[in-house]
């Protein structure tokens, strides 16, 4: 048995035995610490480590030291910390640095473990870009936000803050999602229509928004499933719901005219607006107006779709078309009654 094997059985005698009697290449020992950090095996981290492991070894999943972080045991971050690990060491892989890791997993001891042992708090990811206090931010991690913004460069510091109500809102949210609401979701968007009834039949509540601020609708109409579709309207989903996001609902999404009248016929208000004062047309023409939807365009306007409305920059449905250059819908928005400015 060699030692990444003695390491995965966690055969602590094994591995005592292999490391005192064989002589043992350094790849095979950073291997075996890394692995180590993974499977949260101290004992086996610290005999490894004796037995002269890089600690600062960087492959494509990152260091042993980021392999802790993402198991979050403090306990094996100290001992590598104290062997020589280096907080701040420049990661090149998609991987996130320790202290990014340690504010987005929310764990504070950790952090202050990390500047303890001197982390560099502005340092950025060569790669993505991102540091601690924005990964802090994004996460909605509130207290470490609190504790890294005083030592965080200004700028920084102000990119992050525009972003930790979002994190916040998005935390909260996951934690309070109903599992059986995000069941819902994900038998949805997998159109397993089969499980979608098991879940109703369980009383799934067909209105709640799941872990990302959906319904379990607003991802049928996306993906444009129109027997799901119906099967949740005939639930009772409400067609008039919004994403918690930016308040684009079902009907917005709807790219298919059959699902289009199902929704409409449902009670789908066509004049619905999103955050960005983006109409039922509009979100139309954005999202689908190259495909030259002429059905669903005009089952909105026979539905009473106000044409000329507009959105917070001023855009109506026909000034997109004709931004376009789509004739076609330019004559049917005119036809209907659309005006140009």
């Known amino acids: 048995m060699n030692l990444l094997n003695s390491v995965k059985d966690n055969n602590l005698n094994k591995i005592k035995e292999i490391l005192s009697k064989t002589d043992i290449s350094q790849q095979a020992l950073n291997n075996a610490l890394f692995s180590a950090c993974y499977r949260n095996n101290v004992k086996a981290v610290e005999m490894i480590i004796k037995a002269g492991a890089n600690v600062n070894y960087e492959c494509n999943l990152g260091t042993p030291l980021t392999e802790a972080l993402e198991e979050e045991n403090f306990e094996i971050a100290k001992i590598l910390l104290e062997a020589g690990a280096v907080p701040s060491i420049p990661i090149y892989s998609e991987v996130s640095l320790p202290l990014m890791i340690a504010a987005e997993k929310g764990n504070l001891e950790i952090v202050k473990l990390l500047i303890k042992f001197g982390a560099d708090i502005n340092q950025i990811h060569q790669s993505t870009g991102g540091f601690a206090l924005n990964c802090a931010a994004g996460a909605g991690y509130e207290d470490i936000f609190n504790y890294l913004a005083p030592l965080t460069d200004p700028k920084l510091r102000k990119e992050a803050k525009e972003i930790l109500p979002i994190g916040i809102r998005e935390r909260k949210r996951q934690e309070n999602a109903d599992p059986l609401v995000v069941e819902l979701s994900d038998a949805v968007v997998a159109q397993n229509v089969d499980e979608v009834r098991r879940l109703i039949t369980l009383g799934v509540d067909v209105n709640d928004f799941d872990e990302v601020g959906c319904t379990a609708l607003f991802f049928a109409v996306t993906n444009n499933n129109y027997s799901i579709v119906r099967m949740l309207l005939q639930t009772g989903a409400n067609p ?102």
């Open 240 to 341: 008039n719901l919004g994403d918690e996001d930016a308040n684009e609902t079902p009907l917005m999404r709807a790219i298919n005219s059959e699902i289009c009248s199902l929704l409409i016929n449902a009670g789908a208000n066509v004049d619905a607006k999103s955050l960005d004062g983006k109409s039922v047309l509009i979100m139309n023409l954005i999202m689908f107006g190259h495909q030259n939807n002429l059905d669903v365009i005009k089952l909105l306007i026979q539905a009473g779709a106000n044409v000329n409305t507009k959105d917070n920059n001023g855009n109506t449905a026909l000034s997109l078309a004709i931004e376009a250059e789509n004739t076609e819908i330019i004559k049917l928005l005119k036809d209907a009654g659309a005006k140009e400015d």
